[in-house]
């Protein structure tokens, strides 16, 4: 079974006083799991606002999106809550780390929300810091730390109570070359080891030439799907 | 406490220390604000008490009985006989303080002129329990319980008349007969008061001496009660009405002055209106600093919901911060406000620099005003700036907690 399941979905944000805009035409795919995947196109295309969806940050105004088969249109905003803590890792473009905690307090900050003890959090980060080459920086402040140190913090916070799934939208953006590319390599890794699927929006191409499948989006539609052999 | 809240107050209280400066000066501001009401609903109770403990040194009861028609005329025929007997007969609290007064208006006259009076007869030995001014003898001292022709007279009587410890007074009062019925009396002391009309007008005998002035037998004219919380005085009035039967009246302090009940209700109203302008004021200043705190967050709450945070620990988020400056802020005013009133209580504050006292719509109030502390009061003001606070931090809670995550996030 597919790990997410996206099907006829339409998104049309329809403000006060203004011509609807349709983010997304009717979008079909299924990602199963494991996949190292990137949805592509130009600014404006519907990047975000699928990954939005797949992540029930957004309802969809129409059609369903499933993760582990659960339907999304069908959960209160608790439950829907609870799904992304339990299922779903996000990374967002620009770090985004809560600035009054540390880097470990971040990255232990779901597990937290799952109710997992202080001492199993530290125990559990440690290990994800010292596999992603952040040991020195457990007790930093986010704003004390590089973008890079801090957009790997993000990952970290995104894998490490395990999700099936991990959104990236744009994660290389605020990076340079090297290092967003170091980012992508360890987000390999990451994917091979714990068979975590990675999803990505990007149009930058060091990003898109690492996924195993690339879906172009244009205009809110998919217009192409490839897979790649590794 | 349960982890989750430990944890939403442990973020709460970094977050409030984001912008260090925007969070004192709002705490200022509640603090201010309650110091505010506090200190000024204990300067205006303490006004009111002062004018209420007015009452015991102008030597008028809590409540006081008459022979029904004396007040309207001041006929000194209308008289209570035997009035001596009745405190046994009066239900009344205990603590309380009773004394029966022989009353009359007369000519005061020494060597220098003399001086319109009101003549009260009264037991030496139980007068001073009833007339607080009584207690402050500034020459000579209070007449002994047997002493029939000594008088107490006030300072500026004294003064108007020449008169010192030992002189002679003359009396002359219109007797209960209609004829004038006067006698010689000595000064044994000259007392203290800070309504110039007392220390001008009054002047103490013995009962004794008044009944034999009056052409009286054991009659009294008014039977003071002082009880040791005014504010039950109507309700014991109204008992004693009811008990005494019509052909006595007892009027309680607000019947004899009704100017204090008028001061206690017009400085009940001030406060009121002052206190809810100060919590408007301060109820504002919380929103906005909670907006301004939270809304310039969104996105990072937009965040938090994305990794999979509750609505409802979004607003036990929120409401940790206000939970934080509510409390920071209340302890501080209550304690400032609190420890200010305590000492002007002892201190108090002399707001008619020179004077002794003020008239106040036929009132006189002290200079110095003692404020009142009252422990009570502090806690109620504290407790309602406090609500108020977390009830304002629901606001922006609930306007984060209605986004879905994908709209926070877009939020800059």
Redesign the interface.
Known sequence: MPVIEVDNVTRVYAEKGQTPSHALRGVTLAVERGEFMAFAGPSGSGKTTLLNLIGGLDAPSSGEVRVDGVALSGLSRKALADLRRDRIGFVFQSYNLVPVLTAAENAGYVLELKGVSAKERRDKVKAIFERMGLSPFLDSRPLKMSGGQQQRVAVARAIVSQPAVVLADEPTANLDQATGAALMDLMRELNRERGITFIFSSHDPMVLERADRLVRLVDGLVVTDEKRAR | MS?ALT?ALA?GW??IW?NRRRTVISMSAIGVGLVLVIFYSGLVGGMAQDAKNQLDSAGIGHVEIFARGFRDKRDVAVAMEDASGWREKLRLPPGAQVGARVLARGLATSARGNEPVSVLGVEWDNEPKLSAHLQHISAGALPAPDDVHGVLIGEQLAERLALQVGAKLRLMVQRADAEMGADLFRVRGVFHSISPAIAQRQVYVSKAAARELLGLSEASHQLVVQIDDPDAADALAKELNTALGARFEALSWGELLPVLKRLEAYTGSITLALATFVYFLVGLGILNTMLMSVLERT??FG???????????VLHLVLAESFWIATLSAAGGALTGGLLAWYFSHAGINFVPGTESYQFEGATISSLIKTRFSPAEIARATAFVYVMTLIVGLYPASRITRL????A?RKT
């Open positions: 982890t944890s973020l970094r977050n984001r996105r990072e965040v938090l919901m994305a990794l999979g945070t509750r609505p409802s620990r879905l995550p994908a709209e996030l």
